[in-house]
């Protein structure tokens, strides 16, 4: 059984820090390889970054037409004659959602900038994070429960968990096999997240480093407690039954808590009322927190709030699980209902 949980552990740590490298690499040379800002001129604008080399001029017949270009993403900003006396530049930058750093950077002094919509994070960034919350959640937890599910049963069927109960309380037995997943589980989270830390800082990308920092912090301070939850639970269903093969139908509900966050986080990553919910939601806050952390949409004591709501909720899952776990293990033969687990 350490045999097994030294390779489940290996092999998800594999593929979760080839996907962190990976990410940090190709940010990296997305970042160190940039195409020369698109940005639509009108009238006596042309004429001010004639010369500039650092910026692509696409030329528009009036502001309208140069806006549109903006709007539908044909180019980055718009350079258009200023309306206001006070312009350095003579010139005034349009922009959709946020200053176009690079256009600005091309510019010798910076003119007054207009923005069409009010700022945002970046659709892709933010799809990359969520996929990576969602992905470390999903794969630790799945391993490291399914690991822990297996164990309960092999024990049972081989009646070997006799021996332990006349050696060990009941609740020790379960508190030890749940935390010994659990330091296995947060190690590997720790370990993902300096590996991408120092990734990030040797290629440069500090700024994102910093942006990403606080929740990243926070998806492993939630992602402790919510591991000990689903544990509880895995450890719990699987006593309910003796034989290997029953192990994948009785723990479908928790693995379908497991899935759940991923694929929210995935196609709802956009959606301020879904990550609210599921910020405070327990089996899922551990994704949509840092989530929110991330787009700055959560105040300063959501955290807190969340992760209260999900400490109590794993004391009371655990309690339950104690019971479950304890009055199952020594019913051999057939699967144990919940009524009769519960009831003991």
Do not use: C, H
Not at 4 to 24: D, M
Not at 148 to 159: L, Y
Not at 195 to 220: E, I, K
């Amino acid at each position: 059984m350490a045999r097994i949980r030294s390779k489940a552990f290996l092999i998800s740590t594999g593929i979760l820090l080839l996907f962190a490298v990976g990410s940090v690499v190709a940010g990296g040379i997305t970042s160190a390889n940039p195409t020369l800002p698109k940005v639509a001129v009108v009238g006596s604008a042309a004429a001010v970054i004639a010369d500039n080399p650092a910026l692509d001029a696409v030329p528009a017949e009036s502001v309208a037409a140069a806006e549109a270009l903006v709007r539908d993403g044909s180019v980055e900003a718009a350079i258009v004659p200023a309306t206001s006396a006070d312009s350095p530049l003579d010139i005034s930058v349009i922009a959709l959602e946020s200053a176009p750093s690079g256009v600005m950077g091309a510019l010798s002094v910076s003119p007054s900038v207009e923005l069409l919509q009010p700022p945002s994070q970046n659709g892709f960034l933010r799809y990359l994070v969520a996929i990576g919350f969602g992905l470390v959640f999903f794969i630790s937890a799945m391993t490291f429960g399914t690991t822990i599910a297996q164990s309960v049963v092999e024990e049972k069927q081989t009646r070997v968990v006799e021996i332990l109960m006349s050696a060990v309380p009941v609740r020790a037995l379960l508190a030890g096999k749940i935390l010994g997943n659990s330091i296995m589980a947060f190690a590997q989270i720790a370990l993902i997240g300096v590996l991408v830390s120092t990734a990030m800082a040797v290629t440069g990308q500090r700024v994102l480093l910093t942006d990403l920092g606080p929740s990243v912090v926070w998806f492993a301070v939630f992602f402790a407690f919510g591991f000990v939850l689903l544990a509880a639970l895995y450890a719990a269903t699987a006593s309910m039954v003796s034989r290997q093969e029953d192990v994948g139908s009785v723990t479908s509900p928790v693995m379908m808590l497991v899935m759940l966050p991923y694929f929210l986080v995935i196609f709802f990553n956009d959606n301020p009322t879904v990550l609210t919910i599921m910020s405070y939601v327990p089996f899922s806050a551990p994704v949509g927190m840092p989530m929110r952390i991330f787009l700055g949409t959560a105040e300063w004591w959501e955290p807190l709030l969340a992760l209260v709501i999900l400490i109590v909720t794993t004391l009371v899952v655990i309690a339950l699980g104690s019971r479950i776990y304890s009055n199952s293990l020594l019913r051999m033969g057939g699967r144990v209902s919940l009524k009769e687990a519960l009831r003991g």
